[in-house]
């Protein structure tokens, strides 16, 4: 008697989800919708493929924002009379002129607190190169496909795109700049113009997609807490000062 009441309890126990309700003393089980039934699948089967459907549909949006946006990816784009000029823009974000510049700034550099802005502003960009690079490695997303490898000075990990090392050096100098200079209030407005200008170009030229750019400004934007909070002084750093002091 035990037995049999134990499964007809069970059936209608079962009988009861598969309707969308439950027997007293039991949790309700998720909501069915009607997206969720599919052909050939159970309720449960409908919801998980649903949860799939998400990050697509996001990756497929950026995706199509990207294409939009990149107006100047090559000489027959709509815009692509901008190219030369974004071109140049790429170059002022580029690594490398600000890693020999900043070195040779601290080179020739007289005054002791500049040469601790500057020896900073190094570290931070190396941070910031060595960073990017194993993100790239370790997420592997490769460029748009309406983008021309025509870019200035690459290596091997610049084939991948996510996340976009111009957009994290931008905010990572513009933070670092307008904190550490005194600038006045329309040079300040032009470092931040400089930035936006330099991460939005990088989807216009094709160089990577929204996300890639969105995520860099946001890891720049963190890496310079990083920086400031590990920052170098004659206390910290003696032997590195020692090396750079005339």
């Not at 969308?20 to 052909?39: I, N, T, V």
């Amino acid at each position: 008697g035990g037995g049999r009441w134990r499964r007809s309890r069970r059936r209608r126990r079962e009988a009861a989800a598969r309707e969308g309700h439950a027997l007293p003393g039991h949790a309700s089980p998720p909501p069915c919708w009607d997206g969720d039934r599919e052909e050939g699948k159970s309720c449960s089967q409908g919801r998980a493929s649903r949860r799939v459907r998400i990050p697509t549909a996001l990756l497929a949006a950026d995706l199509w924002a990207s294409r939009r946006l990149g107006v100047c990816a090559a000489e027959g784009s709509p815009c692509a009379a901008a190219r030369p000029l974004l071109r140049l823009v790429e170059v002022s974000g580029h690594g490398l002129p600000w890693l020999l510049g900043t070195a040779y700034g601290l080179w020739r550099s007289g005054s002791a607190a500049a040469r601790e802005v500057l020896l900073n502003l190094l570290f931070a960009l190396l941070l910031d190169l060595v960073l990017v690079a194993v993100v790239k490695g370790l997420v592997r997303r490769p460029r748009p496909a309406h983008n021309k490898m025509d870019m200035f000075a690459t290596i091997s990990v610049d084939k991948y795109s996510f996340p976009s090392g111009h957009a994290t050096r931008a905010a990572l100098v513009c933070r670092f700049v307008l904190h550490h200079l005194v600038l006045a209030a329309p040079l300040r407005v032009l470092v931040v113009l400089w930035a936006l200008v330099v991460s939005l170009s990088r989807v216009m030229l094709g160089r990577h997609n929204v996300t890639d750019v969105l995520f860099g400004l946001l890891l720049g934007y963190a890496l310079y807490s990083v920086v400031q909070y590990c920052w170098l002084s004659p206390l910290s750093a003696p032997a590195l000062f020692a090396l750079w002091s005339h």
